[in-house]
């Protein structure tokens, strides 16, 4: 069954606008009691789509390996995200979705290396990765939204 980008593209919108909505200070804060940042779940978002979709596809990632390593999981802040990483990751919000359905599209995606996800739903192919992705985006819009109370 073909993904459902346009809940993709929703999602992003929703986290865009948090993009759009607070100062890079704002973004950078971690409230007592999280252990994260707006950014560091937006950054995160579009790591592990790019992890989910397309290195468990054997396919090339669009996000930089460094990029990978500051938001992957298990990881946290370690310093405050610039203006410079700002804007690419607001850019790698909407390019990474539209790249991914123009790639299902034109059939990119044939291998998979299965996935155990923390939730015990097991990944076994780039279509479950994409809608498993939308389940892992929507956790952290939810955190997002707890986030930006104490900001």
């Given amino acids: 069954m073909k993904p459902n980008f346009e809940l993709s593209r929703t999602q992003r919108k929703i986290v865009g606008s948090f993009l759009e909505n607070y100062s890079l200070e704002q ?6 009691g999280f252990t994260n940042n707006l950014f560091w779940n937006i950054a ?8 989910l979709v397309y290195k468990l596809s054997g396919l090339p990632m669009i996000v930089s390996d460094e990029l990978v390593e500051k938001y992957k999981k ?3 802040v370690t310093a405050p995200a610039t203006a410079e ?9 909407t390019e990474t979705i539209a790249q991914t359905e123009k790639d299902y599209a034109n059939g990119l995606f044939k291998n998979y290396s ?4 923390s939730t015990g739903y097991v990944i076994t ?15 952290h819009i939810g955190v997002m ?3 930006r109370k104490f900001v």
């Fill in 114 to 117: 299965d996935y155990p996800t």
């Fill in 27 to 32: 973004l950078n804060v971690i409230p007592t």
């Fill in 44 to 51: 995160h978002i579009v790591v592990t789509q790019q992890l």
């Fill in 74 to 76: 298990g990881t946290s």
């Fill in 125 to 139: 192919s780039a279509e479950d990765a994409i809608d498993f992705n939308s389940f892992h985006e929507g956790l």
């Fill in 85 to 93: 990483e700002l804007a690419e990751v607001k850019r790698l919000l």
């Fill in 145 to 147: 939204m707890s986030i």
